[in-house]
């Protein structure tokens, strides 16, 4: 019953941010993670040790800053999955283009060399809208997440991540389609 009250509290504020304008959602979300920054002391001491860990010649401040941005970034996707649904191929080249110099260029000679092709990333940027814009684009991925721990929002997650055509590939969890780790 927990989880099924979380997920209907998700789906409520995805529907909120879907309905704001981009600019209002944005501000309100950067300033929720601000606010998550410093009253989620747990994650933001994760973040910390991750960062000395990752950049030990940077100072304190700028790892600090770092973290911050970190948590802006996570409630900014949260945007991003809020208005996938609204993403079409009309309208994904106001949000995503590919770098001029390389992006697609080098996606379709490694396609045309008849191998697969093998993304790796990391939670940077708009991880959630990266995959929906290549498959809008014509390139449909196939691509491995650890389910959610919430059954009910990984149910949703799925349906929305594979919307715009692509494949969702849990590293563990359902049967038939898991991938062992």
Not at 90 to 106: F, H, M, P, R, W
Not at 135 to 154: C, I, M, Q, W
């Amino acid at each position: 019953m927990e989880s099924y009250l979380v997920y209907l509290v998700a789906r409520a504020a995805f529907a909120f941010f879907r309905a704001l304008p981009r600019r209002i959602a944005v501000w309100i979300l950067d300033s929720l993670a601000a606010l998550s920054y410093y009253i989620d002391a747990r994650h933001r001491h994760i973040a910390q040790v991750n960062l000395v860990i990752a950049f030990p010649e940077l100072s304190e401040r700028k790892r600090k800053s770092i973290a911050r941005r970190s948590f802006q970034n996570v409630a900014r996707n949260l945007l991003e999955i809020s208005r996938l649904p609204d993403l079409s191929k009309k309208n994904i080249s106001s949000l995503v283009q590919y770098d001029a110099e390389c992006g697609l260029n080098n996606f379709e000679a490694a396609r045309a060399r008849g191998k697969g092709i093998l993304y790796i990333t990391g939670h940077f940027s708009a991880w959630e809208l990266l995959p929906a814009a290549h498959a809008l684009h014509g390139h449909p991925l196939s691509f491995v997440t650890r389910p959610l721990d919430n059954a009910h929002l990984e149910q949703y997650m799925v349906r929305v991540r594979e919307a715009a055509g692509n494949e969702v590939l849990p590293r563990r969890g359902r049967p038939g389609r898991s991938l062992s780790a």
